[in-house]
């Protein structure tokens, strides 16, 4: 069964379009990855789901039933973390969570253990009676977490809930996403982290200038590009590459610059290995290091969008 | 439920917030204290418990009814104690003229069909305390005047009856119950201070935006009324918790004087916060940042404080420093709080609390209508 479809969803912000006719489902019980560098409209488009903005077109129907027809119906089952940390810092962890699950119809002993058991959840029972004031950034992320959590939603959308921690804590969330989803909710997750979407992700859409450009299974999106390989080379100095030369060889479909690392992206059968490695030596551009690389989720968003995620 | 539930949430974190509570509470406190004490002298010669200017009050009177004479005599004779001083009007002489021109703080005129009071301003506080005082007076004897007419046997009975003093200790004027400066500005520092509630009403939704939180508010199963109303709510509680404290500890450490009827200066105080959060309410709807509102509304509160006697009372006015005094709503406020506790005079509560609830309808409907026209809080 589908927890979410989404038909032609357009959001524009005056003239420019952030969401551009958007088309996609979400079954229940997976893990919804939403890759897409910044800008790309993933937080505009959660937030239409989630009804904090309205859409110019398009329908979005969750659990069977037209979003903005039901909102208090839908509200009720989903939890967002929003991108920015949404939380008082004057009020204790333990009372954060508990205000907003009490805005969810939670009351008396229902509320008290729910409560506490998000925190528990996202670790931070022992932290209950400190102020956020007083944690770090992967905490306070942590305690956004635990906000959307306690009124146990059917539909659980986390927008770059990683962005700006330490890797512990990274780990941390990643593991209770899948927690999280072994409980039986669905998750949407947004991030531009293509290794974070790769490793926990069961589906995946690959979203560029408000469009999906790819979705399904990551075997899926790879398979796209079965075709293809990366190959990186990296340099002793790049001012002399001339990045249309390497173009122009044989098989190459795109180049692209990062630093000292050269990344050619050339068609699997093209045996061109030896035409690209004389162009360096002709050019008298010194070779350090070069090395292949199996198609993964950076390349398929290479392959697609002609940029990699993080220049984007 | 969830109106209760938001308010309190408001109550809670409001209170954890150490610079709302100095604000709304010890800096009226503490300046209570410094006006209080320091301009005594600016009232009168300096005794901390002395009246308000009442030593330079003078009633002119004109009596042509000569058996009244004595009792009027020993009526002002108490008077003179607290600072009124009568004088008989020259012969040749307009009584109201004097008053305009102001020779005169008051004029009575008491003849054969009954007796009239003319001031020059009622609303000053010396005008309240003139009035509060003769009101009395002037009553008591139109009685005797319309006994004297009806049934001339019994005026010497009503007469005796009349010297006794009832008609003074039926006053709340007594020497011990006039304006000191502490009282003044107890009164002046607490009008002030509640109007003071516009600046955290003008965050109560902007910094929920900044926070982000408006949109963990707006995604939970509640209605956009319920978070405003809510916050309302909670801002208007904690305000009144606020205004409340002060004017306990004026009472208890300052001994100030709020008068009998402590139920209308709530009531006048109470919809004088909810006229500022509105206020400061509606200005954040007016402006697209957060900041944006602040001069305005410290420039309003500004004006408003100091034309309406906060720092030092507005005497006789005129052009445009009348027209200022006549547009802070701390005039009115402060005028029915010392009309009420000091000439036992009501009349002016109901304008107050009339203004007060009308600027707060005013700015609530403006609210509610830009609010639902956002997207978002
Ligand atoms: N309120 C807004 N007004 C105007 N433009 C906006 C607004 N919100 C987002 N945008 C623009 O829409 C695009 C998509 O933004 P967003 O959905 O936040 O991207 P992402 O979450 O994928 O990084 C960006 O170009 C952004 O600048
Ligand atoms: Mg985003």
């Known amino acids: 069964m589908n927890i979410l479809e989404i038909k032609h969803l357009t959001k524009k912000f005056g003239d420019f379009i952030a969401v551009d006719d958007m088309s996609l489902t979400v079954g229940e019980g997976e893990i919804f990855g939403f890759l897409g560098s910044n800008g790309a409209g993933k937080s505009t488009t959660i937030n239409m789901i989630s009804g904090l903005l309205r859409k110019n077109n398009g329908s979005i129907k969750m659990l069977g039933k037209e979003t903005n027809k039901h909102p208090i119906f839908i509200k009720k089952h989903i939890g967002l973390v929003p991108q920015e940390l949404a939380i008082y810092e004057d009020l204790t962890a333990y009372e954060n969570v508990s205000f907003f699950a009490g805005l969810y119809g939670l009351r008396g002993e229902k509320l008290r253990s729910r409560t506490i058991e998000a925190l528990e959840f996202v670790g931070l029972a022992e932290k209950h009676k400190s102020y956020p004031k007083s944690f770090s950034g992967g905490m306070k992320r942590r305690l956004n977490i635990a906000c959307a959590i306690a009124h146990q939603p059917k539909l659980i959308i986390m927008d770059e809930p990683t962005v700006g921690i330490d890797p512990q804590s990274r780990k941390y969330i990643l593991q209770s996403v899948q927690k999280l989803n072994e409980m039986g909710c669905t998750i949407i997750y947004t991030s531009h982290y293509m290794e974070e979407v790769e490793e926990i992700c069961t589906k995946i859409a690959i979203i560029d200038h408000g469009k999906i450009i790819a979705d399904g299974t990551k075997e899926q999106l790879k398979s796209l590009i079965t075709d293809s390989k990366l190959i990186y080379i990296d340099v002793k100095d790049t001012d002399h590459v001339d990045i249309d030369a390497i173009k122009a060889i044989p098989g190459v479909a795109n180049v692209t610059l990062a630093e000292n690392t050269i990344q050619i992206h050339t068609e699997l059968g093209a045996n061109n290995l030896n035409q690209i490695i004389s162009y360096f030596i002709e050019n008298k551009i010194e070779i350090r290091t070069l090395d292949e690389k199996e198609p993964n989720l950076e390349t398929v968003f290479l392959t697609l969008t002609g940029r990699t995620l993080r220049d984007a | 439920m969830n109106i209760l539930k938001i308010a309190w949430k408001e109550v809670k974190h409001d209170f954890r917030d150490i610079r709302t509570l100095v604000f709304m509470i010890a800096f009226p406190i503490v300046l209570m204290l410094i006006l209080g004490t320091a301009l005594t002298g600016a009232f009168d010669g300096g005794d901390f418990d002395d009246n308000i200017a009442l030593d330079d009050m003078t009633v002119l009177y004109e009596n042509s009814n000569e ?311």
């Open chain 2, 67 to 377: 058996p009244i004479q004595q009792p009027f005599d020993a009526f002002t004779k108490e008077l003179e104690k607290s600072g009124i001083h009568f004088e008989r009007l020259s012969k040749g002489t307009n009584g109201k003229d004097q008053v305009e021109e102001n020779q005169a703080d008051a004029y009575l005129s008491i003849d054969e069909d009954g007796a009239k009071l003319y001031l020059n301003d009622q609303n000053s506080i010396g005008g309240s305390v003139i009035q509060g005082s003769l009101a009395s007076f002037v009553d008591q004897y139109n009685l005797i005047t319309e006994i004297s007419k009806a049934a001339p046997e019994k005026l010497d009975t009503v007469l005796t009856a009349s010297t006794d003093h009832d008609y003074i200790k039926d006053q709340t004027l007594l020497p011990d119950q006039q304006p000191g400066s502490m009282d003044y500005y107890a009164i002046v520092m607490t009008t002030m201070i509640a109007l003071y509630a516009a600046i955290s009403a003008a965050h109560l939704i902007t910094q929920e935006r900044s926070r982000h939180t408006a949109d963990r508010l707006m995604i939970a199963p509640i209605k956009k009324s319920e978070i405003f109303m809510g916050k309302l709510i909670g801002s208007i509680a904690i305000n009144t918790v606020c205004i409340a404290l002060v004017v306990a500890f004026s009472i208890i450490f300052f001994h100030a004087n709020w008068g009998e009827h402590l139920g209308l200066v709530a009531l006048i105080l109470l919809t004088e916060i909810i006229m500022a959060i509105s206020f400061g309410l509606g200005l954040s709807f007016l402006f697209k940042t957060p900041t944006a509102p602040m001069p305005v509304i410290m420039i309003v509160l500004q004006l408003a404080a100091f034309f309406g006697g906060a720092y030092f009372p507005i005497g006789d006015a005129d052009g445009l420093l009348k027209l200022m005094t006549n547009i802070s709503p701390l005039t009115l406020e402060n005028d029915a709080m010392f009309q009420m506790i000091y000439a036992n005079d009501l009349s002016l509560v109901i304008p107050a609390i009339a203004m007060n609830l009308g600027i707060s309808l005013l700015f609530l409907v403006f609210s509610t209508f830009a609010l639902s026209r956002r997207e978002g809080l």
